[in-house]
């Protein structure tokens, strides 16, 4: 079955770092490949997504390829901010005719100033 | 366009007891999701409807547990005999063929003492 394996947190950054999470899937097909992310006290958020190989979703800075060869879908941003402090998700659903999601475990990032 | 609301936020309820939470999508959202979300872990499909059908129900969803979409509109799901193992986070999501999502709603959380 589908699954997702995303870079073990806690990761804590200073501000203005660059900042690479990982995250790896199986799937068969051709999966669509998402981030969320969920600030503290909030739902979950779409940041980006990518629906077929070497697309880049991109979003408030963030950025992530689609790299089949690789079956990655890492997560990078120039330079953080202290508002980018949250728990990020990265999921993938399959192209079966609906969009049921699996998610990765999460990555708890923090910056600080 | 007010985004996916769910009913209430929050749960507290006795072993044994029933609950019942609601969720409405964003309108004309055809699709519409329900996933649990434990700490320190991603969400984790439950079920899916498409219009009134429910099409697809995870093994995690147990015959203590109930969906229905009756009009194709809010969708309610119900945890009979509730357990302390059923205390997490429900989610809700929606979405539409061709557009970006799922979106996903605040969450109910559930404590079961």
């Known amino acids: 079955g589908n699954s997702v394996t995303q870079m073990e947190g806690p990761v804590t950054l200073s501000e203005e770092a660059f900042l690479t999470i990982n995250c790896t899937y199986t799937?068969?097909?051709?999966?669509?490949l998402f981030w969320y992310v969920q600030y503290p006290g909030e739902g979950l958020q779409l940041l980006l997504k990518a629906t077929k190989a070497d697309d880049k979703g991109s979003n408030k800075g963030f950025e992530a390829t689609y790299r089949k060869e690789t079956t990655s879908f890492h997560l990078e941003k120039g330079s953080v901010q202290v508002s980018d402090s949250a728990v990020y998700f990265c999921a993938l659903t399959s192209n079966f005719g609906n969009e049921k999601l699996t998610f990765g475990t999460g990555t708890r990032l923090t910056i600080i100033p | 366009d007010t985004g996916v609301s769910q009913d209430p936020r929050h749960k507290i309820t006795k072993r044994g007891q029933n609950v019942t939470f609601r969720c409405d999508p964003i309108s004309e959202h055809n699709r519409l999701y329900w996933y649990r979300q434990t700490l320190g872990q991603g969400p984790e499909f439950l079920t899916y409807f498409q219009n009134e059908a429910q099409l697809e129900k995870s093994r995690l969803l147990s015959d203590r547990f109930s969906a229905e979409r009756p009009k194709g509109s809010f969708s309610t799901l119900e945890i009979q005999r509730t357990e302390q193992g059923d205390s997490a986070m429900y989610l809700c999501?929606?979405?539409?063929?061709?557009?970006?999502?799922?979106?996903f709603g605040p969450g109910t959380r559930l404590t079961v003492t």
């Open positions: 999501a929606s979405s539409s063929t061709g557009t970006s999502g799922p979106y």
């Open positions: 799937a068969t097909g051709y999966p669509s």
